[in-house]
Structure formats: structure tokens, C-alpha cells
């Protein structure tokens, strides 16, 4: 089994601030759920912190807009 992650934060949408706290085996697995949820997820305003197993915690809004520009691209 392994250790999941944790997406933490928010992202805009046209209602407003969407919070969102999702779980994963890593951050690509979450983006990907997130996107088939919303579209726009990930091409809007965002703050996003990855929280580890070990409790580390890293911002990661420019790493989520890179995964975008590489799924869209």
C-alpha cells in the first residue's frame, strides 16, 4: 500500500473559490480526477499546497499549471 498525498487549497471558478482537499498516490492522479470533474481546473487562479506522508508540505499551483500546458499542448 502506499503512502498517499494531499492536495490542499482552492482554484477560482465562476461561482467563486472552489476549496478543494483531495487524496492520491501522487499529484498527477489528483489533477487528472480533478480535470474530469472540471475542465477549467487548473486554468484558473489557484493556491494549492502537496502535503506528504511525512507531514512536508510544498506549494504547487506552478507545478498543477505545467501538467496543464503538457496535457494541452
Do not use: C, Q
Not at 50 to 73: C, H, Q, W
Amino acid at each position: 500500500m502506499t503512502a498517499e498525498v494531499i492536495l490542499d487549497g482552492w482554484y477560482e471558478t465562476e461561482e467563486g473559490l472552489l476549496p478543494v482537499y483531495e487524496t492520491g498516490d501522487h499529484l498527477e492522479e489528483i489533477v487528472d480526477r480533478l480535470v474530469d470533474l472540471d475542465e477549467d481546473f487548473g486554468h484558473t487562479d489557484m493556491e494549492f499546497k502537496l502535503i506528504y506522508p511525512s507531514g512536508t508540505e510544498v506549494d504547487v499551483a506552478k507545478l498543477i499549471n505545467f501538467i496543464m500546458e503538457r496535457k494541452d499542448g
